[in-house]
C-alpha cells in the first residue's frame, strides 16, 4: 500500500489532515522522493545553503590531553575556522574520548546553550573571548564553569564508552536577531539575505556538518558511528544536521518541540505564529507566511523525522514540558513510522503513546520523562542504551 493512503489514515484530524509522505513502495522510490522533501523544508522553514560557496573551512588542534578527568579521556579543542579571504567566522570543538578502549568510539555531537566552559567543571576548557560577540548576552566568565554539567552528564557518558564533541550554538550564529548577519551567516550570504537565506537553525545545522567533516578525520572516533544530538533548539538543529547530512549513523532529539521533533498542526505550545514572532531569526523569511495559516504549511515535522529513516531515530520530552508537548511529539513519530516500516523495521510497538518513565527502543524510540523542559541523566541512560543496541556496547 502506498505510504499515502496509509499516512492518511494514520494521523491528522479531519480538521486540519497532516500533509501525506510521497508516495513511495520500495525504499528505492522513497531515496528519490527524499530529495524533493527536503527541498521543502528549505524552501518553507529551515532555508537554504547556497549551491557553491567560496568558504575554506580549516581545522586546527589546539590542545591535546590525555590526562583529561583523572585519565580517563583525552581531551582536544578543535579549531575550526572558515573564510573567504575576506570574512571569517569560527568555533572551536571540545572533544572528549575515552581512554583505553579496543576500537575507535562511537560519539555523541551535541551543540551547547553557555560555552564549552559550561559543559562541564574541567579546569582547562578554554573561556569563549565575549569581546568577539555582539550580543551582550554573551559574557563568559569562571564563574559559569560546569553550569550544565548535569545537562551534560559527560563523565557518565565517557564511562559507558562514548566520546563526545560540542561547540556553542552562538559561535557561528549568535542566537539572536542580528544573528545570521554576521559571522557564518555573512560568509554564506555575501549578497544579502533574502527569503531563502538559512537563519540560525539552518546555519547552525551546516555548520555541524562542517565540524561533522572534522570528527570524520579523527583517528580515535568512528567515522560510522557519530549520532547528533541536541537539547530543545539545540535538537531542533540536530534533526535538521541529521534529515540533511546522511553521514550522522544516529539522530536523537531531546525535548525540540515546535520546529523540532513536534508537530505544528494541532500544537498548542508553539505554533508557527509564535516561533516566527518570537524567534523570527530561526528559521527562513518564508516560513512566518504560515503564521495563522498552519494549514497552508507545506510540509509538518513527521516528515523531518521521515527523513531520517532508515537510520535510527530517537524522541524523547518530558511530561510537564510546556515547550516540547509529548503527544505533540508523539504524534510526529508515529505518522513518520510508515518510512521506517518501508524499510522492513517493525515499529508496533509505538502504536501507542508509551507511557511516561517507560522508553520504547527499536529502529524508532521515544521515552517522555517525568520532569520539565530538561535534559538529565535520565534521558542520558535511555540514549546511551539505544546507542549500545545498534553500535554494540563499547569496548
Ligand atoms: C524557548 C522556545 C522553544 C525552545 C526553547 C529552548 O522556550 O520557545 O521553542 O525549544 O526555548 O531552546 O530551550
Partial sequence: MKLLILLACLAGGPEMPLPALPEADTPEEWTAERVKLTGLFETDEYGK???????????????????????????????????????KAATTVLLY?????????AAFFSLNFGGNHTVCDDPE??????????????RFSESQRGADSLSWNIRETLARGYA??????????????????????????????????????????????RVMDCLMREETIDPGKII??????????????????????????????????SLFRGNTA??????????PYWMAGNFAKYAG????????????????????LYVSDSNRDIYAVPKDEYASVKAALPVFGLFGYDTEELDRQPETGKAIMGQVGFHTKAGTHSITAEDWRHYYDFADLHFGKPE
Avoid at 97 to 105: D, E, I, Q, W
Avoid at 168 to 195: I, K, T, V
Wanted: glycine share 10%; with cysteine.
Fill in 49 to 87: 545553503i547556497p549551491d557553491n560557496t567560496d568558504i575554506d573551512v580549516r581545522f586546527r588542534t589546539m590542545s591535546s590531553d590525555s590526562l583529561a578527568f583523572d585519565g580517563a579521556a583525552t581531551r582536544k579543542e578543535i579549531s575550526v575556522e572558515f573564510s573567504d579571504g575576506k570574512r
Fill in 97 to 105: 574520548v575515552p581512554n583505553g578502549l579496543s576500537r575507535p568510539a
Fill in 125 to 138: 576548557i578554554t573561556l569563549p573571548d565575549s569581546s568577539a560577540f555582539r550580543n551582550p548576552k554573551y
Fill in 164 to 209: 563526545v564533541a560540542t561547540y556553542f550554538n552562538g559561535d557561528l550564529c549568535e542566537d539572536w536577531l542580528h544573528g545570521p548577519e554576521d559571522d557564518l551567516g555573512a560568509l554564506l550570504y555575501p549578497e544579502g539575505r533574502d527569503s531563502l537565506s538559512c537563519g540560525f537553525i539552518g546555519i547552525n545545522a551546516w555548520g555541524m556538518s
Fill in 228 to 261: 547528533v544530538t541536541g537539547c530543545s533548539r539545540n535538537g531542533k538543529i540536530a534533526l535538521w544536521a541529521g534529515a540533511t547530512d546522511e553521514r550522522f549513523a544516529m539522530v536523537i532529539s531531546s525535548s525540540s518541540g515546535s520546529g523540532g521533533a
Fill in 270 to 279: 508553539e505554533t508557527i505564529a509564535d516561533i516566527s514572532k518570537h524567534f
Fill in 293 to 312: 495559516k498552519t494549514e497552508e504549511f507545506p510540509v509538518d515535522q513527521h516528515q523531518l523525522l521521515a527523513l531520517i529513516a532508515p537510520r535510527p
